[in-house]
């Protein structure tokens, strides 16, 4: 019988009272003391859940970017490469997953994980640079930086409001000052529905365990007649990007598919049509005498609970 307990302290009491057998959603805060437990076994598992950030690339003139001041800017310098490869070089992803996520996780350069289908060998995560953050930015033509607001979610993944706080300091660190306001996981999807942010940092997992579904749904051109850019909730868009994955979907053979799948990423990447991460870890804590064998997509299915040998 599965018993949701939403609260993440009342879950992990309910586990070391005996009143239940198996969690999931262990609160990385608490995996050391579970650790410790003798009467506690843990699974643990990498996902191909993908937290990122994307920017508005499309519009003049966004709404929640001003100048250092806080005036409006009429010329969005989000819209310029530089600038958005200044953002990725501005995170410095090690020190999240080992501070805000207690050392679960995995620094991303691309849309999954190492040893998934479609990963391109050629994008280890960007390296913290905040000195190179600022050059690119002065070589854009925004040597004093600028101002924008970061959107996302404070109840949707783990540790998400931390997460966006941190990024928000990493990011003035480099000079783009910046103010990061959490919402509820549906309010923030009912806003960036309606392209009403400039920047927000959101989370993607693959159910088919290859790159062609985040591509397609919120990097390809928005194209709701072809089932193209469903996500895509900054208008992003590049041809060369589009282009490629049209002719990888069109592909049966696959090796030639899996290289156009990392060409698409590459581009995507590249251009900072999305900033790639981290890697949410899923954890699972039970009685020392159970195992479970952890789903990559983070899923609790009881047919993967066993007991363990008798010693």
Do not use: C
């Amino acid at each position: 019988m599965f018993r949701p307990i939403p609260d993440d302290g009342a879950r992990v009491a309910a586990l070391l009272a005996h009143d239940v057998e198996l969690i999931d959603g262990v609160p990385t805060a608490l995996v050391a003391r579970l650790q410790a437990q003798t009467d506690v076994a843990l699974a643990r598992a990498v996902t191909s859940r993908l937290i990122f950030l994307q920017v508005d690339t499309t519009r003049d003139a966004s709404p929640f970017v001003t100048d250092a001041g806080g005036r409006p800017l009429m010329d969005n310098p989000l819209r310029v490469r530089h600038v958005r490869l200044a953002l990725s070089k501005a995170i410095d992803r090690a020190a999240l997953v080992q501070r805000i996520m207690d050392g679960t996780g995995t620094p991303s350069g691309q849309l999954l994980p190492d040893g998934y289908y479609g990963v391109s060998p050629n994008l280890p995560p960007e390296r913290f640079d905040p000195e190179g953050a600022r050059h690119l930015l002065a070589e854009a033509g925004w040597p004093d930086g600028f101002a924008i607001t970061l959107h996302g979610p404070n109840n949707r993944y783990v540790n998400d409001r931390a997460l966006g706080e941190a990024v928000a300091q990493m990011l003035t660190h480099a000079g783009i000052v910046t103010k990061f306001e959490a919402v509820p996981g549906s309010v923030f999807l009912q806003h960036a529905e309606k392209f009403e942010f400039s920047a927000f940092l959101w989370g993607w997992a693959s159910e088919t365990g290859e790159p062609s579904g985040p591509l397609r749904a919120m990097l390809a051109t928005r194209d709701p007649q072809r089932g193209r850019g469903s996500t895509n909730r900054l208008r992003y868009s590049n041809p060369d990007l589009d282009s490629v994955l049209q002719t990888a979907m069109a592909t049966l053979d696959d090796a030639h598919r899996e290289a156009l799948l990392r060409q698409a990423t590459e581009i995507a990447v590249r251009d900072g049509g999305v900033i790639p991460i981290l890697f949410q870890e899923a954890i699972w804590a039970m009685r020392a005498d159970l195992r479970y064998e952890p789903h990559p997509l983070g899923y609790t299915l009881a047919a993967k609970v066993t007991v363990a040998p008798a010693r």
